[in-house]
């Protein structure tokens, strides 16, 4: 009865400490020139991600920036291929990756990603599970992967 009642009484406790991702999105407005950008905030993790959504007049531009350390350096990837959890993959062409050297030995690589209809729709209804980039692969901690697609899902609404 004791572990019931102690279970009862742990949910509440559980659910409040689930934080509303669309609460955590910053909104800067630019007074002079009326622009608004969101962005979600930064998180440090395996693999980190930035998303954000910039709205100038009638242009709007949406962008995911991820990074992560690599035992690889690689500048001029051809393609970027993200894999989700339903097992789709998205080769992303328009996108860049940039690495710089970090005192271990390894490489910091930082990747830019335009935002089109059918990435943003991916990454609001399904999960990354890894990044590829030249011969590198990067799985996706199910903790980021969550938080990519809780902002995704509050960024791209707006």
Known sequence: MKNILLLLLTIPLFAAAQKDPCKEIQKKVDKSTGSINYMSPYFSAKVNAILSRDIDGRNI???ISLSFT?????NAPKKIYLRFGDASILAIEKGTAMTAPTSDNNYLC???????Q???EKLKKNKITKIKIGDFEQGVPEL????????ASCIWNK
Request: aromatic fraction near 8%.
């Open 118 to 120: 059918v990435l943003k």
């Open 144 to 151: 980021t992967a969550g938080k990519i697609r809780g902002y």
């Open 61 to 63: 531009s949406d962008r």
């Open 110 to 116: 930082i990747v830019e990603l335009p935002v089109n």
């Open 70 to 74: 690599s035992k690889y350096s690689e």
